[in-house]
């Protein structure tokens, strides 16, 4: 049996699980699927609820001192809630691609779409960071992580915002193919 390939899922509340149970979480249910699709892998949850890019990049330390095979980097939706300027979010987003680069840790960027902003011209700002990030850097990248549950309230929690364990799942399932491909990149 080979060493499962540690990836770290790195972001804000939508990876850390908010409101949900430990094995409920984004990471838990990735490591399950792949697991269940015969990759190997320990998913490693650096989800803090609440965190903006900024705060993401105040810790990325503590990412990198874990040493992880892989990264799942997944900010924005807190930036875009409190009107971050979008520079401001671009330049944080990017120096924490970098710093993990720097280690020679490859990358998927998952990205969001400014929903939670209704700021005339800040969604047309905003919603270009993660498809120009990605193409900076030759990442792979998933484009709208809100995409995947937001508005359907049998995938929502009662905040409306959150994803239920079963909007986590559909999360977890469209990233899969992904994550499946940067933990196989990874290993070799």
Do not use: W
Not at 44 to 49: H, Q
Not at 123 to 133: A, N, R, V
């Amino acid at each position: 049996m080979s060493t499962p390939v540690r990836i770290a899922c790195f972001g804000d509340s939508l990876t850390e699980g908010y409101g949900l149970q430990r094995d409920e979480s984004l990471p838990a249910v990735l490591e399950r699927m792949l697991d269940e699709t015969g990759v190997s892998a320990r998913c490693l949850n650096f989800g803090v609820s609440g965190d903006t890019a900024g705060d993401g990049l105040a810790r990325i330390g503590t990412v990198l001192d874990a040493a992880p095979d892989a990264a799942v980097v997944e900010f924005g939706a807190n930036d875009c809630f409190l009107g971050e300027p979008v520079a401001t979010v671009r330049a944080n987003l990017a120096a924490i691609i970098e710093a993990l680069l720097g280690q020679s840790i490859p990358i998927m960027l998952v990205g969001i779409t400014a929903l939670l902003n209704p700021e005339e011209g800040y969604k047309d700002d905003f919603d270009p960071i993660f498809g120009s990030l990605a193409r900076r850097y030759s990442l792979p990248l998933f484009p709208d992580i809100l995409s995947c549950y937001f508005g359907d309230s049998e995938l929502t929690l009662m905040d409306g915002l959150h994803p239920s364990s079963p909007g986590v799942e559909a999360i977890a399932r469209a990233l899969l193919p992904q994550v499946a491909a940067l933990a196989r990149q990874a290993r070799g």
